[in-house]
Structure formats: C-alpha cells, structure tokens
C-alpha cells in the first residue's frame, strides 16, 4: 500500500501537469486569436460632415458590415464637420493619422473644380491628388423629397409652385452650394425649364440637419441621396429620384424619368487613405471592401441604405476620378455653378 505522503506527492504532480496543459491551452489559444482571420486589426473612419449624412451614413454602415462580417476587428468613427468636408481632407493631408481612412464622394472632384475655400491650401487646391485614393464602394442616387403633410405631391407639383412664385419654394442640402446636393435639384429644375441658379438653396450641415430644416417647415424640398431618407419614409415623401427605373429598396419611389424629367445620376462614395499609408495596410483595407460586399452582412446594411454596389479598387478608381473631373467640370459649367 502507498503511504499518504507519497500519494500527496502524485496529486501534487498530476495537478501540476494538468495546470501546464492549461496554460499551454490558453497560449495556443491567444496565439489563434491574435491571427485569426481578421484582415485589419482597427480603422479609425474619418466623416466630413455631421451625422444623419450620406459620408456618416456610409462610414458607420461599413464600418458595421467589416466587423460584424469578421474582417475588422475594432471601428471607430469622428465627424469632423466644415468646409464642405475640405476640413477633414486638410486634417488627413497635413497629420497622416495612422489606421485611419476618409470617406468621400462625388464633392471632393466638385470642390476641387471650384476651388471652395475648404479646400484650398496657399496657391493650391486640395484634392484627391493629395490622398490615396483607397477604392469607391457604393451608389447613391439622388431623390427630392417633401414632408409627409406637404400639398406638394409629385415633382411636377413643385415646378408649379416654383413657376407661379419662385420665392416660395426653398430647397434644403446638407452641404454647400455646388455641392452634390445642390446639384442634384439643380439638374431636376434644370430639367423642367427652370434657371437652376434661380431656385433658392439652403445648405445646412449634413443631411440630418437638412431633414430637419425641412420638417420644421424651414425649406419645402429637400435634395439628397437615396440612403440618407430611406429610414425617415414614415415623415417624408419621396417626389422623385435620379434613377433610370424605380429601386426594389424603395419601389415607391418615382423616378424624376417616368415624371417626364430626364434626370439620371448616381453619387459615388468611397474611401481615402493618407499618403503615408503603406502598401500592405492599403492593399488589406482595399480588398476588405470588396470582399465584404459578399457577405450578408453587407447586404443587410446595402438594402436599408438602397445603396447600389460599385467596388472600384486602385487604378480603377484612380482613373474614374480623372474621368470625372473632365464630366462634373463640364456639368457644372452647363449649370452656371462655375
């Protein structure tokens, strides 16, 4: 028979190597953690406008589809409202900020065009030039909407009431004039026989505020993108959109087209890095982007947004971006703005 000490001293070994197994459990198990299969550890979102917005809209709505779709670790997101999103592009320029991206859209071409105050730096203009162009990643067509309890029921009704009284119709953007928001009612009055320049604009800071001028009765129409009313459908009435044919996501919805306005356009947004950014981070954060669009995650923040899919990586974006400066420059002359 054992003795009592000696069986102590078995229990003290046996509990010793069940601690080692432990630990060495444990340690593996970090080890896989730390290289599962995150493709970025944090990314730090930077918005150019306030929140309600489409840049605040389509950063948190990414930001939502990396990390619940298991390709982003950590989200974190800064509004950095002023210049029509100029101040946040001189911020990314000038400080380099690491893990960190800029969301932008068809305004960072428009406000280098015009050289907005916002983004011009001593003799020169800030542009997309000066970053890394990352990769564009949705669509968002444009809409015109009216309250809900507006007399103002179809596109047509706001011709009519612009026509018999000009000064009687205001029409709200959440951002500055020559911006996409502006622009796209410009080309819908524009459209319909009216002086674009005439229509009066009311710029506010991002689409949450512009919605909310509209709703206290401030302005009588609203123009935006698509996504930036879609979950406010139970205060507004969407009088027309820029898209060739009404969107499964909001059906609706009538197209400036079936109105008898011949107005089509989709806003472009995408993201920026600074010019620092090493190739290896930039290469994982562009294919990220796309990759995550196949996931469901992605759908579910695609659909509630009525955003339409156009991943544009490198290059390609590079080269959409020259494309459009020649067209948006040609756009905006046709309308006056420059």
Request: glycine residues 12%; aromatic residues 10%.
């Given at each position: 028979?054992?003795?009592?000490?000696f069986?102590?001293?078995?229990?003290?070994?046996?509990?010793?190597?069940?601690?080692?197994?432990?630990?060495?459990?444990?340690?593996?198990?970090?080890?896989?953690?730390?290289?599962?299969?995150?493709?970025?550890?944090?990314?730090?979102?930077?918005?150019?406008?306030?929140?309600?917005?489409?840049?605040?809209?389509?950063?948190?709505g990414?930001?939502?589809?990396?990390?619940?779709?298991g390709?982003?670790?950590?989200a974190?997101?800064?509004?950095?409202?002023?210049g029509?999103?100029?101040?946040?592009?001189?911020?990314?320029?000038?400080?380099?900020?690491?893990?960190?991206?800029?969301?932008?859209?068809?305004?960072?071409?428009?406000?280098?065009?015009t050289?907005?105050?916002?983004?011009?730096?001593?003799?020169?203009t800030?542009?997309?030039?000066?970053?890394?162009?990352?990769?564009?990643?949705?669509?968002?067509y444009?809409?015109?909407?009216?309250?809900k309890?507006?007399?103002?029921?179809?596109?047509?009704?706001?011709?009519?009431?612009?026509?018999?009284?000009?000064?009687?119709?205001?029409?709200?953007?959440?951002?500055?004039?020559?911006?996409?928001?502006?622009?796209?009612?410009?080309?819908?009055?524009?459209?319909?026989?009216?002086?674009p320049?005439?229509?009066?604009?009311?710029?506010?800071?991002?689409?949450?505020?512009?919605?909310a001028?509209?709703?206290?009765?401030?302005?009588?129409?609203?123009s935006?993108?698509?996504?930036?009313?879609?979950?406010?459908?139970?205060?507004?009435?969407?009088?027309?959109?820029?898209?060739?044919?009404?969107?499964?996501?909001?059906?609706?919805?009538?197209?400036?087209?079936?109105?008898?306005?011949?107005?089509?356009?989709?806003?472009?947004r995408?993201?920026?890095?600074p010019k620092?950014?090493?190739?290896?981070?930039?290469?994982?954060?562009?294919?990220?982007?796309?990759d995550?669009?196949?996931?469901?995650?992605?759908e579910?923040?695609?659909k509630?947004?009525?955003?339409?899919?156009?991943?544009?990586?490198?290059?390609?974006?590079?080269?959409?971006?020259?494309?459009q400066?020649?067209?948006?420059?040609?756009?905006?002359?046709?309308?006056?703005?420059?």
């Open positions: 028979m054992f003795n009592d000490g069986i102590n001293i078995i229990r003290e070994e046996i509990m010793k190597l069940i601690k080692t197994f432990i630990s060495v459990l444990f340690s593996a198990f970090l080890l896989f953690s730390s290289t599962s299969s995150f493709a970025v550890e944090k990314l730090h979102f930077l918005i150019g406008g306030g929140a309600g917005g489409g840049w605040d809209g389509t950063a948190r990414t930001g939502e589809a990396l990390t619940k779709a390709f982003l670790k950590s974190s997101f800064e509004n950095m409202s002023g029509g999103g100029g101040k946040a592009l001189a911020y990314l320029i000038n400080n380099a900020p690491k893990d960190t991206v800029l969301v932008q859209s068809t305004p960072l071409v428009l406000r280098s065009i050289r907005h105050k916002g983004y011009v730096k001593d003799t020169g800030l542009s997309y030039k000066d970053v890394k162009p990352i990769a564009g990643v949705i669509g968002d444009g809409a015109i909407v009216v309250a309890n507006s007399p103002i029921k179809n596109f047509k009704d706001a011709v009519d009431q612009y026509q018999k009284d000009p000064k009687s119709i205001k029409m709200a953007g959440g951002s500055v004039r020559g911006s996409m928001d502006h622009l796209i009612g410009a080309l819908a009055f524009q459209a319909a026989g009216a002086n320049n005439d229509v009066i604009y009311v710029p506010y800071d991002a689409g949450g505020k512009a919605l001028g509209l709703l206290s009765g401030e302005t009588q129409i609203l935006t993108g698509l996504g930036e009313v879609m979950g406010a459908r139970d205060q507004v009435r969407i009088i027309g959109i820029t898209a060739p044919e009404r969107v499964g996501d909001a059906p609706e919805a009538p197209t400036l087209k079936e109105q008898g306005y011949d107005v089509q356009f989709v806003n472009w995408g993201f920026f890095a620092s950014m090493s190739m290896s981070d930039y290469n994982k954060i562009s294919k990220m982007l796309g995550v669009q196949k996931t469901p995650e992605w579910a923040v695609r509630r947004n009525a955003w339409v899919n156009i991943y544009n990586p490198g290059s390609k974006f590079d080269a959409f971006l020259e494309k400066t020649v067209e948006m420059t040609a756009l905006m002359k046709k309308l006056g703005v420059i």
